[in-house]
């Protein structure tokens, strides 16, 4: 009677362990076939995202049309935390930027910034939002944009933008000793080896500093 008793434990046991393996299996294949599912759907989205902004680009005469404009906004809306959706802020901050809505074109600026997650394209996009602050004649946030600009594909932008920030606040010391320190490192460089970007980098400081003593 035991030894029936031994038995029915152990397949009881048994039994309460096929439950749990059955419960982690269950729940590994839910999350495997979500994950998939998840991953499906991001790639569709980008996809469309990708076909809607090729389609949308490839009308360069008519971007500033209200039906362009309007395509790119849904793109925005539709798909915004794709590049495709960045990409297209960027283009409807340009045509604001023109049309001198400084703060709509801001805006999308700010948008993109938020979702981008390519780290140059991010830092293009900053570069921009500083310049059009400036146009806004607002120096301080400029600033502000420019600390979190850490790469070197843009240092002379960046290093330009600062300065014209420094000058709009009046800080005209501090614009003059960006300058100077800018001029040194940059004529130190050409003794080594020319470079044409460099040349007009130093074209672009002596402007500001001429602007300085003016």
């Known amino acids: 009677m035991q030894k029936w008793i031994n038995i029915d434990k152990i397949l009881v046991s048994a039994q309460k362990k096929q439950q749990e393996l059955l419960v982690t299996l269950t729940a590994i294949i839910l ?3 979500g994950y998939s599912m998840w991953e499906y759907r991001v790639k569709a989205n980008i996809k469309q995202a990708s076909i809607a902004y ?4 490839q009308q360069k005469e008519k971007i500033h049309t209200k039906e362009s404009i309007h395509k790119l906004e849904s793109i925005t809306q539709d798909y915004p935390s794709t590049v495709y959706s960045q990409l297209a802020h960027a283009r409807l901050a340009k045509i604001d930027f023109e049309n ?5 074109a801001a805006k999308h600026y700010e948008i993109a910034i938020s979702y981008m997650q390519e780290n140059n394209l991010k830092s293009l996009f900053k570069l921009r939002l500083a310049k059009i ?4 004649h607002e120096p301080k946030k400029a600033l502000d944009t420019l600390r979190s600009v850490n790469t070197d594909s843009f240092k002379y932008i960046k290093a330009i933008t600062e300065i014209d920030a420094h000058i709009q606040l009046k800080d005209y010391s501090k614009a003059q000793e960006s300058i100077s320190t800018h001029l040194r490192h940059e004529e130190a460089k050409e003794r080594q080896t020319k470079n044409g970007e460099s040349m007009i980098f130093r074209e672009l400081l002596q402007q500001r500093q001429q602007k300085i003593k003016a």
């Open 100 to 104: 001198k809505k400084y703060r709509s």
């Open 133 to 136: 602050y400036l146009h806004e």
């Open 31 to 33: 999350v495997t076939v």
């Open 54 to 57: 090729y389609h949308t680009i």
